[in-house]
């Protein structure tokens, strides 16, 4: 399938590389199939998650351990079924990024913020996905410090 994304030019998505989100992403549930564009192959630091639907709509993400957290919540049985997950390792998280443009940002504020709050969530093997809205932190989240 190609992509004529805006910010990669023309892509070519393998079918089997596109990640259906169902119920779409919130704010965004018209595109349900997306595919991963590694932004630094070499540190695996930083991917974007290009609407296949939509080639307009992309996000920046990352994996919780690239940014030093320990991050776990519970999925719900409703959620499990959507995912078709049946092992836990078959599961990836990403954690969508986005720049602070905040007027009351400090210099020594971090220029990116990582939403902790609603989480991707993947199957790696059947490639189905969606966002976890967690209403509260009833999550566990541990900060690792850096080296």
């Known amino acids: 399938m190609k992509v004529d ?3 990669f030019g023309s892509l070519e998505v393998a079918s089997n590389k596109i990640i259906e989100f169902p119920a779409g992403l919130p704010g965004f549930e018209e595109c349900k199939h997306f595919t991963l564009v590694e932004v630094d192959s070499s540190q695996q630091v930083l991917a974007i998650l290009q609407s296949v639907d939509k080639p307009e709509v992309a996000f ?10 320990h991050y776990e919540f519970t999925l719900t049985e409703d959620e499990a079924k959507i995912l078709k997950a049946t092992r836990a390792e078959d599961i990836a998280v990403m954690l969508i990024l ?9 210099e020594v ?4 913020k990582a939403n902790l709050m609603a989480p991707l969530v ?13 209403a509260k932190l009833g999550c566990e989240v541990t900060l690792r410090a850096a080296d």
């Open 98 to 106: 986005r720049e602070d443009d905040s007027p009351h940002r400090r």
């Open 60 to 69: 920046s993400v990352t994996t919780p351990d690239l940014l030093g957290l």
């Open 109 to 112: 504020d971090a220029p990116v």
């Open 122 to 134: 993947i199957n790696a093997q059947s490639w189905i996905g969606l966002q976890k809205v967690i």
């Open 5 to 7: 994304s805006p910010h």
